[in-house]
Structures are given as C-alpha cells and as structure tokens.
C-alpha cells in the first residue's frame, strides 16, 4: 500500500519541470546576462519567468551591454524578453 505512481512518462516530465523551476527560482535576485537571438545582450537581475506558455523572462534594472567601443545603454525599469527571442541566460 504505497504511494499511487503516475505513468512513467508523466513522471519524468514532472520532474524535470521541477527542476527547472528549482533552478529558475534560485537565480532570482541574481544579476543575469539574456544574450538575444539578433546577439543582442542585456544585463539586469533576474526577476521572473513565465512557465506557462513562451518562457519569457524578465529582469529588473536591466541595461543593454555595450559591444567593444560603445557606451552601455540606459537603465530600462522592467525589462521582458519573450522566450522566442533569447538564446541563453546566464548568472
């Protein structure tokens, strides 16, 4: 009389989307660097991410990463990058 068992296929997938959330909660408050899709790079700290739907994610704070030579852009309040449009985050 143990536990009920989900099917096996359902399993793996809830715990791998646990562990992403795990890991999407830890960075939050972290500085993160998105790098976009048009190699674009914002830096801010990390503030949320949508699970359900796209994956976007959204930083705090966030200012656009100057390439070698150029100035850093302005700070934007509240940045959200739709999922479709970054490659990576990192922190």
Known sequence: AGEPKAPAGRRDLDINR???I???TSLVGHRAT???RN???YEGI???CSL???Y???LKSARLVAAKGEKSGEVIRTLVI???DFLQVSA
């Open 18 to 20: 646990e562990r992403l």
């Open 22 to 24: 795990y890991c999407l």
């Open 34 to 36: 998105a790098k976009c």
């Open 39 to 41: 190699n674009v790079v």
């Open 46 to 48: 990390f503030h949320s």
């Open 52 to 54: 359900d739907g796209d």
């Open 56 to 58: 976007s994610i959204t």
């Open 82 to 84: 739709p999922g479709k």
